[in-house]
């Protein structure tokens, strides 16, 4: 079992950057791929970015459409973490952001993520 926090969101302005911290508990979230969607009221989950574990081969990342180029997602083995560091902000990425956890490769859907945060909310305004 994995229990995920997200911690960082904030309201911010227009062309502000930001990034967001998922602490995973336990080493077990170490050897799971991890992700970030986001969601607003009456749309569905949005894919944001993915990684999978840290391994001396590489570690592959992988970015939805709408955040390509302003977006990054890393992790920290030491401190069981993920984070996304978002730039360029936009008042369209407001959302509920979530971080989701599973075992094996990262993806880019919703259903094939066992483990959930609560979330983290971020307002961006003009």
């Known amino acids: 079992q994995v229990q995920l926090s997200e911690y960082g969101g904030r309201p911010v302005q227009a062309g502000d950057s930001l990034r967001l911290l998922c602490l995973g508990s336990?080493?077990?979230?170490?050897?799971?791929?991890a992700a970030w969607f986001r969601q607003t009221p009456g749309k569905e989950r949005e894919f944001v970015a993915a990684?999978?574990?840290?391994?001396?081969?590489?570690?592959?990342?992988y970015y939805g459409d709408s955040v390509k180029g302003r977006a990054s997602i890393g992790r920290n083995e030491g401190d069981n973490s993920a984070s996304l560091q978002m730039n360029n902000l936009r008042p369209n990425d407001t959302a509920m952001y979530y971080c989701?956890?599973?075992?094996?490769?990262?993806?880019?859907?919703?259903?094939?993520?066992?483990?959930w945060g609560r979330g983290t909310q971020v307002t961006v305004s003009s």
């Open positions: 989701a956890s599973r075992p094996g490769s990262p993806r880019t859907s919703q259903e094939d993520y066992s483990f």
């Open positions: 336990g080493r077990t979230f170490n050897n799971h791929a």
């Open positions: 990684i999978g574990r840290i391994d001396w081969s590489g570690t592959p990342k």
